[in-house]
């Protein structure tokens, strides 16, 4: 579609249409002075992208390392030459995005300005005269000097703390009759409302202003002109414009209107934007009377290049576009508001925005500064990007504690100010014990209320162990598919979306590093990779990446899936697509922090679960036995476009080379849009497979891209697990009688008892590790609670191995592996050679770099080590599978050599 873009993002909003003379670009080469340092830099830009600065001695492994950094005051200094055709004309500084700033005109000061989200502008009445002048500009990024707690916009552990001015930085000659602001309201009858704010610098006038709207085509959809009487300074009017709009904005059709609002011979602005009525109903999102379900994406201002966010257009398209791929339609900035570009190229690709005030912190009522801040930035950040309808959702911050009277009394004040966006007092707020509050338009959190054993408050899979009982759902219970989030939403009379969905790790892609270029060090990476290579282990990184991307994915398909089994679910913001090279270095996205995939998971298999549309499976279990039925729910979620009517939905059971056990159409489907329907039950009997498999399930709309699948697995009811002498096998779980065995003719299996491996072992955990292992080790520690186990799934190098004759597998954890792994104490193999691994591989964190086996064959031995509590889980069916195919293996093995 076409759609008008025809200025710069920031000269659409800021500058005028007066002749280019009335424009100096500042950009280009300045004198710096930091400290008793004194040189030249190239502005737009940081001190670290012009190599200004300290050098960090020490390697860092809790975030990316700046290769120059500073934190304090920086004088920016240039000498400006100021046309005869500017005299007696106020004149406008404008830097886009910068810290904390100080302007001086010729040595005078001039003012102030603290915005870390917005522009800093200054007008300048008197200070310039015609010819040489000196602008000398103080940025100081002194996190003292703003409230802003843990916030994103000053993290080095994300953007970098950076010192500079970055983006658009010009000086403008302002018309003597000036358009300051304009807002652009789209009410849900159709019409729109233009304020227009101007200054004035002549005497009290009347003056025509011409309005004229275009559409995405460049053609003409209204037109007005109202005179209006205009005193001296600033003043206000409000103009309505009747438009028929023949389209409104959305994610599927994001369609813009140029605004060009002129008062001919003096100034002209142009505004894109478009039209949309965003709102919500009962616990659902509607943008035009459609039903919307926003799946999400955290970000953390991650850019590893810069150290600071772009401000190009280009650059975010670019960024929107590979997150609409991966069937994202939403994103929330954790504790920041990123530059008017992200804004301009949402509105073009249709993603819904949710920009939060620069706080990780905690609201006092003796805090008045920072409330005092807070406000300002609030309004400051609503009248720079008000405007654009991807701006759909504003929050007070991130996890923020402390008074909640006067977080609702900001909203409060937030909302009578513009009522064009949804509001809540923060992300996760009083996170031991998140609940909605009256004023709030929706609930963004990890769970509704206090923790519970059964996990019945939560609305996400994942937790580390310092929150949640053995890190959540996902790793609590056993696997299904029929689980999700209604009892925790239960009551609820407003939207709620999950927080910081997923956060699995994934072992580190050191060909990443490589990439980093730019003004941050990956020496994290580094340590990592030094520490690898120290355990001799260097040369399975590639499969741990692997296997663990794998697991990560199947989580994540897990949480992204519970949520859209939600009826009436608003949706997740997954933590994240991306990694997080930040907090104690979280590699927990299938995208590095480039946005570039880490080739664990498709684009094209991550859309059967995430997307508009998703086909569910509702079962109660992954692994059965062949004399079962298999019993399973169809049901579709669409939150598309529109509804889908005479739709054939197609099921089938196959077998791994593709042959079909079962096949139903099922026809005429109708298909709501906004909710979640289901079609049928199916019972398929499974007593025609004789042997253990891996089967598929598959539900797909035909004719249609969109399909899901899900794997279970099928085995024949084997004899019970037991000790003793099987079939010329010895099955033992005594240390003592193993010691004798293991060394001779005969074959043993020996499943120790957590008992006799305690010291020597980990503890067992079916999830990726939560975030990082050091961060929440830690965390869990100074708690007095259990800490994870910190694994990140298995590693099976060889599924065709002959321990797997009855238990097929692939190289990765997978469902059926859940109950084996739970029950398991994998045990620490570093003293075993290096070239020596274990069968079945557990994946140790990057902090330890254990060799972890779960199941593995003593060298020159017919002596084989399991250690899961297989009989404590002896009546699963997988469970028995595994016996019996470890016992086949050992029959008929010879010694390992």
């Known amino acids: 579609m076409k759609k008008i873009l025809k200025l710069s993002c920031v000269a659409l909003l800021m500058f005028s249409c007066t002749p280019t003379e009335s424009i100096i670009d500042l950009s280009g080469e300045w004198e710096v002075k930091i400290d008793s340092i004194q040189c030249k830099v190239m502005l737009p830009g940081s001190l670290a992208e012009n190599k200004v600065g300290c050098q960090p001695k020490d390697s860092a492994t809790n975030t990316l390392t ?77 996190k003292s000097l703003l409230p802003l707690g843990g916030s994103h916009a000053y993290s080095e552990h994300t953007q970098s703390n950076w010192n500079g001015i970055l983006g658009d930085f010009h000086l403008r000659k302002l018309p003597d009759i000036c358009i300051q602001q304009i807002r652009i309201d789209s009410p849900s009858d159709g019409n729109c409302l233009i304020t227009v704010s101007l200054f004035n610098y002549l005497e009290e006038t009347s003056k025509g202003i011409k309005i004229a709207v275009m559409d995405s085509e460049n053609s003409k959809v209204a037109e007005e002109v109202v005179n209006a009487s205009i005193p001296q300074g600033k003043s206000e009017h409000t103009v309505k414009v009747r438009i028929p709009v023949p389209q409104l904005w959305d994610e599927y059709t994001p369609y813009l209107y140029n605004f060009r609002i002129e008062i001919p011979n003096y100034d002209s602005r142009y505004v894109q934007t478009g039209l949309r009525d965003f709102k919500t109903a009962g616990t659902q999102f509607i943008n035009n009377e459609r039903v919307i379900f926003l799946r999400g994406k955290n970000e953390g201002g991650v850019f590893p290049l810069t150290g600071y966010p772009s401000m190009d257009i280009n650059d975010w398209k670019r960024y929107f576009e590979t997150i609409r791929s991966y069937g994202i339609n939403h994103v929330r900035f954790h504790s920041w508001t990123p530059p008017q570009a992200a804004f301009y190229a949402a509105d073009e690709t249709g993603i819904f925005l949710q920009p939060e005030l620069p706080l990780w912190g905690t609201y006092q009522e003796k805090d008045t500064t920072l409330i005092s801040y807070m406000k300002q930035e609030g309004k400051r950040i609503i009248q720079a990007y008000g405007n654009h309808p991807s701006f759909a959702m504003f929050s007070l911050g991130n996890e923020l504690e402390g008074d909640t009277a006067i977080m609702a009394s900001i909203v409060k004040e937030l909302k009578q100010y513009d009522k064009r966006h949804l509001y809540i007092l923060g992300t ?12 709030e338009d929706f609930f963004v959190a990890m769970r509704h209320g206090k923790a519970t054993d059964n996990n019945s408050t939560d609305l ?44 699995y790790q994934v072992y580190p892609n050191f060909e990443e590093i490589d990439k980093y270029t730019g003004v941050l060090r990956p020496l994290n990476f580094m340590v990592f990779k030094k520490r690898l290579e120290n355990t001799g282990m260097d040369a399975k990184a590639k ?49 590095d922090a480039f946005l570039e995939s880490k080739n664990v998971i498709s684009t094209e298999k991550w859309n059967e679960f995430c997307n508009d549309i998703v ?23 669409n939150y598309g476009q529109s509804d889908i009517k005479d739709k054939i939905i197609s099921c089938t059971l196959s077998t791994e080379d593709g042959g079909i056990l079962y096949s139903e159409d099922i026809g005429n489907a109708a298909i709501p849009q906004g909710r979640l329907s289901t079609f049928k039950s199916l019972h398929i009997p499974l007593n025609h497979i004789k042997e253990s498999q891996k089967l598929t399930f598959r539900i797909a709309l035909k004719n249609t891209s969109y399909h899901n699948s899900w794997n279970i697995w099928v085995y024949p009811r084997y004899d019970k ?26 074959p043993v299996l020996y499943i120790p008892k957590e008992k006799d491996i305690k010291g020597q072992s980990v503890g067992g955990l079916f999830i990726s590790d939560f975030w990082n292992y050091k961060v929440f080790n830690n965390v869990t520690k100074s708690l007095g609670k259990e800490s994870s186990p910190g694994t990140l799934g298995l590693l099976i190098e060889n599924p065709e191995h002959g321990i797997f004759n009855s238990f097929p597998t692939d190289f990765h954890s997978n469902w059926q592996w859940w109950n084996i792994i739970k029950k398991s104490s994998p045990i620490i193999l570093n003293e075993m050679p290096k070239d020596y691994y274990p069968i079945v591989q557990v994946i140790d964190n990057f902090e330890r770099n254990h060799k972890l086996g779960l199941i593995y064959q003593l060298p020159g031995t017919k002596a084989l080590v399991c250690s899961s509590d297989l009989f404590a889980i002896a009546d699963e069916p997988e469970v028995k599978a595994l016996f019996h195919s470890l016992l086949n293996y050992l029959k008929t093995e010879k010694k390992q050599k």
């Open 721 to 746: 697990i037991r000790e003793g002498v099987i079939d010329g096998v010895t099955v033992t779980r005594d240390s003592k009688v193993f010691a004798k065995l293991y060394q001779g003719e005969k």
């Open 615 to 637: 086909p569910l499976a509702r079962f109660s279990k992954y692994c059965w036995n062949t004399d079962e039925t298999f019993v399973t729910e169809v049901q579709i979620t």
């Open 66 to 142: 700046e290769t120059y950094s500073y934190q304090g005051a920086a004088w920016y200094e240039k000498d400006i030459e100021i046309p005869d055709s500017w005299q007696n004309h106020p004149i406008e500084l404008f830097m886009e995005r910068t810290k904390v700033s100080e302007v001086f005109i010729n040595g005078t000061f001039l003012g102030s300005r603290n915005s870390v989200s917005t522009p800093h502008i200054y007008i300048i009445d008197s200070l310039l005269k015609t010819g040489k002048n000196n602008i000398r500009i103080k940025i100081d990024n002194t």
């Open 460 to 503: 996400r899979g994942s937790f580390s162990f310092a929150d949640s009982n053995q890190g959540g759902i996902i790793n609590c219970n056993a696997p299904n598919t029929k689980r999700n989030f209604a009892t925790a939403i239960q009551n609820m009379d407003k939207p709620v979306i999950g927080h910081e969905t997923g956060q």
């Open 543 to 591: 499969d741990f990446l692997k296997a663990s991307g794998a697991l990560a994915a199947l989580c994540y398909r897990e949480e992204i899936e519970m949520s859209l089994r939600t009826p009436q679910f608003g949706g997740f913001q997954l933590l994240d697509l991306q990694d997080y090279p930040g907090q104690g270095t979280a590699l927990v996205g299938i995208l």
């Open 428 to 439: 996760n707020n009083h996170y031991w014990n998140p609940q909605p509050h009256p004023v």
